[in-house]
């Protein structure tokens, strides 16, 4: 009996250490709300971007809330959450996140072997044991709950993740198109004419 409440308090300690190192990895939290700028470029005081970003960055620097669909948007954000609702962290695989999404589908698959386990140990106790079984029924519902958990963060995750990945994609393939009105001096035969103009400026 003592050995089986061992292995009962080492599984649920793994299962909490998975469920925190995914949602580290990736759910955005309340605090992600107050964003970090980290790197900020030297001529206008712009957080830094670039192709290629990795994604711990990218979520301090875009809120998944101030995007807007557009046409050219390389991911989609409800087809990601989707994903990761039948397969857990499938969604982040899909916008280029195997690492976090790796984590989301181990954890998941961890929590509901463990839970299964559990569950067997209860049953097989029967009434013969009422502290072992008691063991077996808290260790399913901690199981369960890890992995109930998991899926909903890799949802919203999967969710939050195509959609900030479509703002730097949108920052980094936007124009920037301005006008400048202007007095011209142009040289003719009778002299030097000054002719007003309008000039433009165009930023890829």
Not at 83 to 92: N, Y
Not at 102 to 112: D, I, N
Request: hydrophobic fraction near 45%; aromatic fraction near 10%; charged fraction near 15%.
């Amino acid at each position: 009996m003592k050995r089986f409440s061992t292995i009962c308090l080492v599984v649920a300690a793994c299962l909490f250490r998975t469920t925190a190192l995914a949602q580290s990895a990736s759910l955005p939290l309340e605090e992600e709300d107050s964003l970090e700028l980290e790197a900020f470029d030297a001529n206008n005081g712009e957080p830094e971007i670039w192709a290629g970003m990795p994604y711990r960055q990218i979520k301090k620097i875009y809120d998944y809330r101030d995007w807007q669909k557009a046409e050219n948007d390389p991911y989609s954000p409800v087809a990601a959450g989707l994903c990761s609702l039948f397969i857990p962290g499938l969604g982040q695989m899909i916008n280029g996140e195997f690492g976090i999404g790796l984590a989301y589908l181990g954890g998941v698959y961890v929590s509901e072997l463990s839970a299964v386990f559990f569950t067997m140990a209860a049953l097989s106790a029967g009434n013969v044991d009422d502290e072992f079984r008691a063991f077996g029924t808290i260790g399913a519902a901690v199981a369960l709950a890890a992995s109930v958990t998991l899926n909903v963060c890799s949802i919203m995750g999967a969710y939050r993740m195509a959609a900030r990945k479509n703002l730097l994609y949108q920052d980094l393939h936007s124009s920037d198109i301005s006008f400048t009105s202007g007095i011209t001096m142009i040289p003719n035969g009778d002299g030097r004419s000054f002719t007003p103009g309008l000039s433009l400026r165009v930023n890829f």
